[in-house]
């Protein structure tokens, strides 16, 4: 069956300190990965999105990029955090037309 | 991109009672529809979902309907119990080589015992 892990859980980062969270998917292969943002109390917002390696697009223009260095690993990264760069970051999954599965998610505090 | 409106923002409801919660969506393009609960600090969990080629889908205590020509959806929760409270979020897809999920912002509905 497939899992997805993300990582770390809980991260606490100064303003203008660099930034790395990371998803890999197990069980599968060429799945579609995503990063979504989720500010307290608010909906989702879609970050960015891969349909394969290194094929990374953005939909948001902001202070963060994505890669995808392999087939089931998705890295979200920033040179330098911002104070509004806090939130509830998930990665999630999908294979065609189906629905997601999202990772247990990054709550990121930028301080 | 696709913008998804979601109301109520809050729903309170009696332990028994039916819980209605409806989306609108902008692009007549999107044929994916799916609904997620997300419990306090935990990821969200698809629970029902439903394409453009269908009206109405039911599992259990849960529906979805959808109307293509209003370009809107309802969750509808019959016989609800505490354990669905949660907050719901609806979603529209429009494909793009990947299944992109357009998110509305959210119901945070609390069943009251």
């Known amino acids: 069956s497939q899992t997805i892990h993300q990582w770390p859980a809980t991260l606490v980062q100064p303003v203008g300190s660099p930034l790395s969270l990371e998803c890999t998917v197990e069980?599968?292969?060429?799945?579609?990965l995503y990063w979504y943002r989720q500010a307290a109390g608010r909906g989702l917002q879609l970050l960015f999105y891969?349909?394969?390696?290194?094929?990374i697009s953005s939909e948001v223009p902001q202070n963060l990029s994505a890669s995808r260095p392999q087939d089931r690993q998705f890295i979200l990264s920033s040179k330098k955090l911002l104070l509004s760069d806090s939130g509830f970051y998930l990665c999630?999954?999908?294979?065609?037309?189906?629905?997601?599965?999202f990772g247990s998610g990054t709550r990121l505090t930028v301080v | 991109g696709e913008n998804v409106e979601q109301h109520p923002s809050t729903l309170s409801v009696q332990e028994g009672d039916s819980a209605v919660i409806k989306c609108t969506y902008s692009?007549?393009?999107?044929?994916?529809f799916p609904w997620y609960k997300q419990e306090l600090g935990k990821r969200p969990q698809l629970i029902i979902d439903?394409?453009?080629?269908?009206g109405e889908k039911k599992d259990q205590r849960i529906a979805v309907t959808l109307n293509k020509t209003a370009k809107h959806f309802s969750l509808h929760i019959t016989e609800t119990q505490p354990e669905d409270s949660a907050v719901y979020f609806c979603?529209?897809?429009?494909?793009?080589?990947?299944?992109?999920?357009?998110f509305g912002t959210g119901t945070r509905l609390t069943v009251i015992p």
């Open positions: 999630a999954w999908s294979q065609g037309s189906y629905g997601y599965t």
């Open positions: 891969s349909i394969g390696i290194d094929q």
């Open positions: 069980g599968t292969s060429n799945p579609n």
């Open positions: 439903i394409r453009s080629n269908v």
């Open positions: 692009d007549s393009a999107s044929n994916y």
């Open positions: 979603a529209a897809s429009i494909w793009t080589g990947a299944n992109n999920l357009f």
